[in-house]
């Protein structure tokens, strides 16, 4: 009966085999250039099972002083990813922590909440949304939403959000406002903020000028 | 120094309000027709903070021959999702259960395994990727790719995945192949299998012919 | 010769004319639902070169708090821009004048300056990127990034800038933070700004809570 | 063995069924308004086999001036093509015959060749790609590209083109040029075509100024 | 008069001459490596007629078990293709031949028959959808879709396909289950077929396992 | 205080620092080949502000036949643009002057006039779309449809252009008619133009054949 199978391969395969690798994965190649769509693909020959698995997605450490522990499984350290338009991070808040403002320009986040109660805020010029999320409760932030997330509850908050990009962004706000080196009053002057207050934050995030 | 505040008003929001519901975010307006893009959106002065959140995303009842629970929150019963590309599932497997071969064509699968022992598999032509993925690991299944999900440890097991797209659908081999009315015959020529295998799953499944 | 003619409308127009409308331009129905990609389209039949016209692209009244004068032709206003990627503003500012912290998600801005200076800036979460413009000089803000425009010079500024998008959406970081009825003290917590900052700017911008 | 069946559309088709119209495929509603993404889908009780399939896709009269006959298969006479982003024509041209220069914007064509001779040119402001294609031959024409086809054999020539869009428009140079009322003399002007040309060429193709 | 030639080139050329080959076309470099939009552009200077033109479209050799004969010009063996969405595929089967279950993600099929007469099939979870075409008759298989096509007629049936993807792959259903290592009996609780069939078509297809 | 700045870095930065050249902008590395998504993507290292200024956008030289000065800003000369969709041209014609009929594929123009009367004009295939335009009009060109442009008032007239594209291509309509080699007894049937009016512009555009 093999030769049913023989002859298949010689129909089939010169149609299949070499093209496999390109349009069904596109495993990233990391050491190549990144272009606007991602990584260059590494050869099919190349790929086994390990490079669809990430491992070690657990909680990471909450000993900061935001109590707040992200672990990020993006194309940049789980390449397989790449060209698929996902990405998955694991978050840990202890009582009283929080995650500050911020935004992911060009990424949805879908929050999935699995312990405790966090509380997730977007706001908009007009308007703000909120929701105090208990466990098997999810919470959607559309793409450059700014926004932040809050231990609202009792003891340890956790949950698991996906991203709607392979390579999420992230762009805290007081990183952008007060950890460069711009001029404060320029700040001041184009946030409405004392300058005072925006030397004070300058101090805490490294910022000069 | 009301007068800052009536002012800039007067400057930015002919610009701002009346766009906001429709580039940021756009609810679904679920009784309007689909279209290729997806649904038109819902009016912004009727949207809440309840839009942005699905509750009741809880492990489903497994008391059934597959011994497999699935929660889905998709575009349907989560309308916020809408234009957003992401969606999420939650699923459940009971020792012994599986998910049987299907695929989710336009949809990469992106799960995280919390509770025993999940193997994933995914099939091309020329290979299969496998895993036995615990509590802690991810596993990408890129789209359109053929795979199945079992319990391979002991007792209760359970994960999260999520969908590059708000509205995944899922394409069941033995559904596709057994549960309509195509001719037997028709299956058997042109799958190779044998005409009562094929028949025999055709009652199995309720389709006829 | 008439007879060509009448041969050539039999062959090609039943392919043409009734697609005319559809692929190669679309412009807004706009009391019809937004959707995704778009607006519906206008009929064909009732399309007169005035829809490809916005009249009054002039200078805005620069006689606020901010000194800032803003002229916009988006889809909202110039529906012929619909489904085209592109729209533009006029901006000219006192001499003093700025236009405060704001991002535009999904809409990259070229800035072209036409008279006295201006200086824009945009701010990553490690550096941030600068010029004092004057006539003859372009600049480009990439999307979502969080900017600010002041005039730099003596004298009024001017400048034209367009869009990535026919539908350019602004988050204006004040309005964000302070004209909204979030508890204060929330954003305080998570913006790391003194509770006082944020009251005093929560009257300011109409905001309370 | 019913059992098995039971229980697994109870644990399917709530996710399956009611999507199933609408990522996999979606014929159009052509009563619906067009948008920039297509039609409005038909609802999925509504299709049958019928949709999938387009009948008279046969040989189009060539007693024309230019010995050319075209059957077209696209969106608006095979709704099931939306979305799906291909369309195909049919052509013949008889002995002498040719199809004048023309663009399609945003297609691609692709030809096959499956009797006769027929050369195919497009041009660039630098250059011009040619080819006499004979059965077995094809040739790519990139979107928007200027081009035309020539019967360049003896007897009839027939082939086959594909479109990279389920609804390609056609722009006739001749059409464009002299069948409107645009004045002749700006047409002279601007083409550099002598004045007397162009009114000759209005007076063929009915165009009128 | 070569006056006007010399000073419109200078007048133009900055701006066309380096930027033809980028947008308006981009004939594939095959020895670049793949990324996810496709292969890097061959240099304009480099790129003749010949690159738009693909010899050898004709009927396949059909003497192997499936009675089939398969032609495919896709970006692999036609470069210009590339980034321009679409590919062809000539088929032709003897009497009693078929091509066998298969999908082709990301590809949307249009086939067009050209003599005898060719059944199509494709299922859905819930329905399938079929037809007995011929000559003059066009069939669309939206992309992902799992079907088969049969010579259901007398005599050599033949017929041409175009895909709406430069690069479409194929899924062949008993490759996918039977020509790989995976565990027989993993394949028979996910398929639910029986475990000697699929040890049977395992020793068909070149399985083991 | 700077212990809050030192862990926020820990927390964060793993995320943050590597990916923000990636995703959010994009400097196109020019000696870098080509694809089709854009250039690949200079390192951020090696990013500072002068990469997003463009200078010596001003007027360009009108002594031509034209009377027509174009200077434009694309990405192969304003690298930043990349990937962002958008790009700027500064035109000034004399008066008596006009930019002849040409097409951008895959571009949509939007003119601003700043100075003097300028007439702009499209041609459908049914139609024509046509203003004369003042200081304070914009007017768009769709992608893809044959335009000119003409000083259509009293002494010299200026304005500024944005594409939606980073990088538009022109087609003049002479050029890809006249500046080639191809026979002009081709040119002459399939554009239905009097062959000796091809022979003549043949000549002046340098074309032979």
């Known amino acids: 009966?093999?030769?049913?199978?023989?002859?298949?391969?010689?129909?089939?395969?010169?149609?299949?085999?070499?093209h496999a690798s390109i349009n069904d994965?596109?495993?990233?190649?990391?050491?190549?250039?990144?272009?606007l769509s991602g990584y260059p693909c590494k050869a099919l020959a190349n790929i086994t099972s390990d490079d669809f698995v990430f491992h070690g997605f657990v909680?990471?450490?909450?000993s900061n002083s935001?109590?707040?522990?992200?672990?990020?499984?993006?194309?940049?350290?789980?390449p397989a990813l790449n060209g698929l338009?996902?990405?998955?991070?694991?978050?840990?808040?202890?009582?009283?922590g929080f995650a500050p403002m911020h935004t992911h320009p060009g990424s949805t986040e879908l929050i999935i909440v699995v312990q405790g109660e966090i509380t997730v805020e977007f706001v908009t010029p007009t308007s703000f949304y909120s929701k105090a999320l208990k466990s098997g409760?999810?919470?959607?932030?559309?793409?450059?939403?700014?926004?932040?997330?809050?231990n609202s509850g009792k003891g340890t908050?956790?949950?698991f959000a996906a991203y709607s990009n392979e390579n999420p962004t992230v762009q805290q706000l007081d990183l952008l406002l007060f950890a460069n080196k711009l001029p404060?009053?320029?700040?001041?002057?184009?946030?409405?903020?004392?300058?005072d207050q925006v030397k004070k934050l300058k101090a805490h995030f490294g910022g000069s000028g």
């Open 1 to 18: 009966m093999k030769i049913i199978h023989i002859l298949f391969y010689f129909i089939f395969f010169s149609f299949t085999i070499s």
């Open 25 to 35: 994965f596109c495993v990233a190649n990391l050491k190549a250039s990144y272009t």
């Open 59 to 62: 909680a990471a450490n909450t």
């Open 66 to 78: 935001f109590k707040l522990g992200i672990t990020t499984a993006s194309v940049a350290n789980f």
């Open 85 to 96: 338009g996902i990405s998955a991070m694991r978050v840990n808040i202890d009582e009283g």
């Open 137 to 150: 409760d999810l919470f959607v932030i559309p793409q450059g939403m700014l926004h932040f997330v809050v």
């Open 157 to 159: 908050a956790a949950g």
């Open 184 to 195: 404060s009053n320029l700040i001041a002057q184009t946030t409405l903020l004392d300058l």
